[in-house]
């Protein structure tokens, strides 16, 4: 079981950026795609985006897909959120996750599911208020 912490949560205003950092112990992350969900208080938890194991792929929900970007260091086992021009509706605790299956390189209806995700992390929050 991979063991992934979540960091780089806070309070920023309307407009204002955030990255948000993923750290997974072990030595099998490069093998794994990963996920960020968030979920807002009184709501389910929603796919935000994903991105392939070798890092060749994302794939991003429609609402944030012209504001947010994921990206990886397989050497740093580590996957990152970099969330810009953020939106009060932003609010959530977001969460990052790995694929159950390793190597694997799925349609993007795969990785919206959060079925497909076998390992979570705590989760971190995200406000943003002025």
């Known amino acids: 079981q991979v063991h992934l912490v979540e960091s780089g949560g806070g309070l920023v205003k309307p407009g204002g950026s955030l990255r948000l950092s993923c750290a997974a112990s072990g030595d099998a992350f490069g093998y794994y795609a990963a996920g960020w969900f968030r979920q807002a208080p009184g709501k389910d938890r929603e796919f935000v985006g994903a991105?392939?194991?070798?890092?060749?792929?994302?794939y991003m929900e429609d609402s944030v897909k012209d504001r947010f970007t994921i990206f990886r260091d397989n050497a740093k086992n580590t996957v990152y959120l970099q969330m810009n021009s953020l939106k009060p509706e932003d609010t959530a605790v977001y969460f990052c996750?790995?694929?159950?299956?390793?190597?694997?390189?799925?349609?993007?209806?795969?990785?919206?599911?959060?079925?497909?995700?076998?390992?979570w992390g705590q989760g971190t929050q995200v406000t943003v208020s002025s």
């Open positions: 996750a790995l694929d159950r299956q390793s190597e694997y390189g799925g349609p993007p209806s795969y990785f919206a599911d959060s079925e497909s995700y076998g390992s």
């Open positions: 991105i392939t194991w070798r890092g060749r792929s994302t």
